[in-house]
C-alpha cells in the first residue's frame, strides 16, 4: 500500500508520515508539498519510507532528466512521468533514474482525462514497455482499465490510485492486476491515519 | 522577450536574471530551479521581472489548483499548464490564478511531441479558448504552426520557445503571429547575458 500524501502543511505531513510508514511500501508526494515545503520534505521523508515523487513530468528530454535528477538526488526512489510527451521524454526518464523507478501515467482517471488521455491509454503503455519504464499508474476507480493496461503491462508494476475516498475498492483493484494500491484522503484525512492504515494493511494482505 | 533562465544554479541564476531583467518582459523557470534552489526563488526573481513558472502541470483538477495556488502565492505572474489533462484541470487552473495569467501547451516542440501532442494540437488550443486561458504556448521553431494555433487563439497571447540555440528565429516567430518569443541557452549561456540579452531585445522591438 502506498501513501498519496496530498497534505500542504509539513508539520502535518511529517506527523502523519510518522504514524503510518510502518504500514507501507511507499509514501507518494506531488508538487503542492514541494511548493509549500521546499524540496528537502523529499529527503525528510525518505528517512521513513521509500518515497515516490509523483511529479506527472511532462516536458522535453533535457527537463525530465533535470528534474528526475533533481528529485533522485533529494532522496527519491521512484518518479512518475507522463507517457504522452512521447519515447525520448520516457528515455530521458528512465536513463536518468539511475537505480530508481519510473512510473508511466496512461490514463487519468478525472473526466477530463477522457477527452485525450483515455484515447491514447494502450499505444502510450506501448509506448512505456519500448522505453523500459518500470510500471504504469492505472486508475483504481476503473478495474476494467487496471485489466486493460495489465495486458500490456506483463510483469511490470502497476500502481493504482483513487481508493477508498474517491471511490475505487483496494480488493477489486488487487484482483483486476494492480500490485500496489495508491490511498490518499481516506488515511491523511482521519483522525487516526495510524489505525486506518493498519486497518487498510491488514485488509489487503 | 522571456529570458527561460533553465540554470540551476541558484546563484548563477539570479546573477543572469539581475543583469538581464531591464531587458525583458518576463523570467520563465521550470521545477529544476525550484528543486535545487526552492520554492523561495520564485518570490526572489519576482522582484527582478514578472515570472511565469513553466510547470507544464498535467494533473486532475485538485492537484493542479493547488500547483497554481502555491506558485502565485510565491509570486508567479503566470503559469504554464499542459492541455491534454483535459478541460476540468484547465478550469481549476484558472480559477485558482486570481489576476495572474494561465498559458496552456498545445503542441510539444521535441521530436516526441508528434507521436501524441501534434496530433491534437487544434482541439487542445480549442479547449483551452472554451476554458478562456489566457494564451498558448507554440513552438518558435515551426512557424507554421505557430500560424496554425493563431487562427485559433484570436487575440490571445501566443509565446514561442525553441528561439536561438535551438533554430527558431525571433522575427519569424513573431511574423508568424507570436507575441513574445522565449530564449534561454542563447542568453543565460553566454558569456556576457546581458550584451546578448540587450542586443536580442533591440533587434525585436
Known sequence: MILALDE???DKAMVIANETAQFLDAIKINWPLVLSGGPEIITRLSDLSDVICDFKVAD??????LIV???VS???SGVIVHAFPGSDSLIAAKEAAGGAEIYAVTEMSHPG???FTAKHAEEMALVGIK???DGFIAPGTRPDRIRA???IAGDKEIMSPGIGTQ????MEAIEAGADHVIVGRSIYGSANPREIASELCRRIS
Open 8 to 10: 500542504t502543511n509539513v
Open 60 to 65: 522535453i528530454p533535457n527537463t525530465v532528466r
Open 69 to 71: 535528477e533533481g528529485a
Open 74 to 76: 533529494r532522496g527519491a
Open 113 to 115: 482525462g477522457m477527452e
Open 131 to 133: 522505453c523500459n519504464v
Open 149 to 151: 493496461i495489465r495486458k
Open 167 to 170: 471511490g475505487g475498492d483496494a
